[in-house]
């Protein structure tokens, strides 16, 4: 899987988050869901929510700074 951080960056206030859902939704497609068709692309993105979600509360998306 490649990620542009930039994009992230681009898109989001948040690119941490951002970053991670790229990453959640390649790996949604490395095990087969697919995005081309409406229905399918609802399917996977209800995926994406869950597994966001999932992250969020087990507090796996709050990056600190280490400095």
């Avoid at 095990?31 to 507090?59: A, H, P, R, S, V």
């Amino acid at each position: 899987i490649f990620i542009c951080p930039k994009m992230a960056i681009e898109y989001s206030k948040n690119p941490y988050e951002e970053t991670t859902l790229y990453l959640v939704h390649s790996i949604l497609h490395l095990i087969g869901y697919n995005d081309i068709l409406k229905k399918d692309k609802n399917i996977m993105q209800k995926k994406e929510n869950f597994y966001m979600t999932f992250l969020k509360k087990k507090d796996l998306l709050n990056f600190k700074n280490s400095n």
